[in-house]
């Protein structure tokens, strides 16, 4: 007879045949043993269910769940809804876990009720051919050492790469996810933009209105012609967006955005007094203006 387990991995597949069975083995040899596998087969079209099963018929712990394809927002809600433990592991198909993953996240949960997810730092292979701004991209995830941090980096990029995610059970249901066609951890928007590509700017925000995410736009052109811009848009910055920032973000969390924030007093900023940008370079960007 099983005994009940204290984590569940939630485990989307579609197409995975050639990384599964690496990163199975990578789930069955972890040092806390007090676990689930919830393998949702995403209408895969190669062998993925087929290996799958083979492992769930040897440890009884893994179970499988196929399911005709509709993407991986999909996939983890139907996941999460067999998930049976009060904490949830994420996992994806082409990734393996260290084999003390489990134990260490459950400890720091248990130690801290009050955290409502914890993450891990992650090492990208294979390491041959990797390109700089990948290579960039680790560095970064490597840098969030702190609740703080996470909370601080928000806004630059996603803080905790989402398969290394473990997650009270309670909170995840709260909150699902959502499949509106870009990655699933942004809820705000904003764009800078000079004249010259102000009509690109305008295109994305559009994009972003009619999906229902907010947006908030800045910049010289911005600033210049704020009525334009507010067509576009749910707020507008005018002025250096520096000093302005916090207070937009802390609207945001509250539900209130304004439609305007103006930069009092006018005048130039002094970027001195503002925190320098984390992970911005210029290879990872195609224009500049």
Request: glycine fraction near 6%.
């Amino acid at each position: 007879m099983l005994s009940v387990p204290v984590v569940s991995v939630l485990l989307p597949a579609h197409d995975a045949a050639a990384t599964l069975p690496a990163c199975l083995r990578s789930v069955r040899r972890q040092t806390e043993t007090r676990w689930e596998c919830v393998l949702v087969d995403d209408g895969s079209r190669d062998a993925t269910r087929a290996i799958a099963e083979a492992v769930a018929r040897d440890d009884p712990r893994i179970r499988v769940l196929s399911i005709p394809h509709g993407g991986i927002v999909g996939a983890l809600g139907a996941g999460l809804a067999c998930c049976a433990a009060p904490i949830v592991a994420r996992m994806d198909a082409d990734d393996v876990m260290h084999r003390d993953r489990l134990a260490a996240q459950l400890a720091a949960l248990d130690a801290t009720p009050t955290l409502a997810a914890v993450g891990c730092h992650v090492r990208f292979f294979p390491r041959r051919g990797m390109t700089d701004g990948l290579r960039e991209y680790e560095r970064w995830l490597r840098s969030i050492d702190s609740a703080a941090r996470v909370q601080a980096d928000a806004f630059v990029e996603c803080p905790v790469a989402h398969p290394t995610l473990t997650i009270r059970r309670n909170v995840l249901a709260a909150l699902g996810y959502r499949d509106t066609g870009w990655p699933e951890d942004y809820d705000l928007v904003a764009i800078t933009s000079l004249s010259a590509q102000i009509f690109e700017a305008y295109k994305v925000a559009d994009f972003y209105m009619s999906k229902k995410v907010p947006v908030i736009m800045g910049g010289l052109h911005v600033s210049s012609e704020p009525v334009e811009a507010k067509e576009h848009c749910n707020s507008v910055v005018i002025g250096e967006g520096e000093p302005l920032w916090p207070r937009v973000l802390a609207d945001f969390e509250r539900g209130s955005l304004q439609p305007y924030y103006v930069q009092s007093p006018a005048g130039l900023y002094d970027l001195r007094d503002a925190p320098m940008p984390r992970f911005v370079s210029a290879s990872a960007y195609s224009q500049f203006t």
